[in-house]
């Protein structure tokens, strides 16, 4: 079954364009991250998604409804985390929970909610003196209490420490096992690759790719290799194939290729003629962000015509 | 009336049998209304400040007036009470919930829209009837039931009765009509200075605390606004004369029209997110030039 279908999605503001003609979908019980740059659009997205507002053209669908006309049965099969939190200060963790459980018609058990979402501890303490982690999680509490179908994540983890963040990704995790469908936002590469299946990368309020973790990562082109000579003198007698690569300040190197090997063979002979030690080589896998920024770079400009 | 009455939301799910999925229906809307009004209403008594203005207010007045001998303005002064309870503190609840994003997420919730405002213009309604029976009260534990000189000016069972629908229908009124002004208010920091600005000049001109040698165009308008007909309306039942009806029917229509017209300026008008989203510095998309209005 398909979660969420969206074809052509247009959201002007004024002259603005914030999406600009984006079409995707997510079959039932994906993990998508929607990874982009501040301004790329994840949030107008996501709030066209959550029915907050309708796309200016373009259809969206979500468990077959139309977000913004979505009635209150299709709001009880939707979870949302918000990307700033939104808590009553003078409840504590449990009373909201309780009062948001009352609206659904299957509603988790609070202490279930509670001990997903690690607010066991804090449960009892007024949410208005929580810490920003604490009530990021009770926004994730909220969120997953009706048992949604399909569950919307707006940078659940933005200003958090990491080890709270670490903890939301366990929580999270353990839903997207049970088959909930996540739609996750963030600007951090890691938790995408971490816990999604799917990363959709928005630059400029356009698609600049529909991937996945893996492909992402070997998309990513050469690996770096690094070598700094300990004396500057020996640069003249490196071998052809290196000397082009040093550096302006005449002692580093810097390789970017996909011949490791080849690199490697040639800058140890080297080292070996010249009796130099190998102490401060690094070799640097292509990194996931080295891949994000080339996608993000490789966009058009917001003028610019998208091929 | 017990403060937790509604608020019990159920904790776990209805139906007793697991398995029980497939036949679960959504929450019927007077047990959600019940669950709201419990809700806000817990809130009201929770925050001290709205009592200390609702009920604190009017008590204070009618103690510094018992050196006089004479009568106190029982009516006058729970009815000051009342329009900063179901006006401005409401007023500025309101605003507060919207700019820190708790109407938004209410508003993504199963919760019928409409269950919000009920839930929180009858919890102030409530509010500020305890308020104005707490000020009737302290009146008769000050003064006995005997207001004023003659034995035809006394409060009775039924003047009390009126003097409570009174403020029931008034504090609607102002309610009402402090939701749909809150759409007009952009932040927290402006909501009590407008709020204030709005109330305390036209209760003063209808007589509230004191009478004015107003020009009279003012005080043939002020009886079309919601102050004057609530004084007045209260009054009456304060000091009720033989043959008159304890609730003058002009001072009701007036105040119920101003429920009615307040309720649908605010249904047509309301916004549910906040003026400026409340992002982490840093996060926010940076060339957003507005958020979205709709």
């Known amino acids: ?307 | 009336m017990s403060n937790d009455a509604g608020t019990a939301t159920p904790v776990v799910p209805r139906a007793a049998s697991p398995g029980h999925a497939a036949v679960a229906r959504l929450p019927g809307t007077p047990r959600l209304l019940a669950g709201q009004i419990g809700y806000q209403v817990r809130q009201l008594l929770a925050n001290g400040r709205t009592l200390a203005i609702g009920i604190g207010l009017p008590v204070i007045l009618l103690i510094a007036s018992k050196g006089k001998g004479s009568a106190p303005d029982v009516a006058g002064y729970a009815a000051f009470g009342l329009t900063i309870t179901a006006w401005a503190s409401y007023g500025v609840r309101l605003v507060a919930a919207r700019e820190s994003g708790l109407l938004k997420r209410w508003r993504a919730s199963p919760l019928p829209r409409w269950c919000y405002f009920a839930g929180a213009i009858l919890a102030t309604t409530l509010t500020a009837v305890i308020a104005g029976a707490v000020a009737v009260a302290v009146a008769v534990l000050l003064w006995g039931s005997h207001f004023g000189a003659g034995p035809s000016i006394q409060l009775t069972g039924r003047g009390t009765a009126a003097i409570l629908i009174v403020f029931a229908l008034a504090a609607l009124a102002w309610a009402s009509a402090a939701t749909a002004v809150t759409s007009l208010i952009p932040s927290v920091e402006a909501a009590f200075p407008t709020l204030t600005l709005i109330y305390f000049p036209l209760v003063i001109v209808s007589g509230v605390l004191f009478s004015l040698n107003e020009p009279s165009w003012l005080s043939t308008l002020v009886t079309y606004l919601p102050a004057q007909p609530m004084i007045d309306a209260a009054r009456n039942a304060v000091h009720h004369a033989p043959g008159v009806p304890f609730i003058p029917g002009r001072d009701a229509a007036v105040l119920a029209a101003w429920a009615a017209g307040g309720l649908l300026v605010a249904i047509l008008t309301f916004r549910w997110e906040p003026h400026r989203p409340r992002g982490h510095a840093g996060t926010r998309p940076t060339r957003s030039p507005r958020p979205d209005v709709g």
């Not at chain 1, 959550?50 to 979500?62: D, H, I, K, Q």
């Not at chain 1, 303490?125 to 399909?150: E, F």
């Open chain 1, 1 to 307: 079954m398909t979660a969420i279908v969206a074809e052509h999605v247009t959201k002007r503001f004024g002259g603005f364009e914030a999406v600009s003609d984006v079409s995707f979908e997510v079959p039932g019980g994906q993990f998508l991250a929607v990874l982009g740059p501040n301004g790329a659009g994840k949030t107008t997205t996501l709030e066209m998604l959550e029915g907050f507002s309708a796309p200016t053209s373009g259809t969206l669908r979500v468990l077959g409804t139309d977000p913004h006309r979505g009635s209150r049965a299709w709001r009880a099969r939707i979870g949302l985390v918000l990307q700033s939190t939104s808590l009553d200060p003078g409840l504590t963790a449990r009373d909201t929970l309780a009062l948001f459980a009352g609206l659904y018609p299957d509603p988790r058990p609070v202490s279930e909610a509670i001990e997903i979402a690690g607010l066991a501890a804090d449960a009892r303490t007024k949410v208005g003196v929580l810490s920003g982690g604490q009530r990021r999680r009770v926004d994730l509490a909220i969120g997953i209490i009706g048992r949604p179908a399909v569950l919307f994540l707006d940078e659940p983890t933005t200003a958090l420490d990491p080890e709270a963040r670490r903890h939301t990704w366990t929580a999270v995790e353990n839903l997207a096992t049970s088959g909930t469908t996540i739609v996750l936002t963030t600007h951090y590469i890691d938790e995408a690759d971490h816990l999604a299946q799917r990363i959709l990368v928005l630059a400029d309020g356009r698609i600049a790719a529909d991937t996945t973790p893996a492909r992402l990562r070997a998309q990513a082109g050469p690996a770096t290799i690094r070598y700094v000579l300990e004396d500057p003198g020996v640069a003249r007698a490196l071998p052809a194939r290196l000397a082009p690569h040093l550096e302006p300040d005449g002692r580093t190197l810097l390789i970017r290729s996909t011949d490791i090997a080849g690199v490697l063979r040639e800058l140890a002979g080297f080292a070996e003629r010249h009796r130099l030690g190998l102490a401060g080589l690094e070799v640097g896998p292509p990194s996931l962000e080295e891949a994000y920024l080339t996608v993000i770079d490789s966009q058009p400009s917001p003028e610019g015509n998208r091929t």
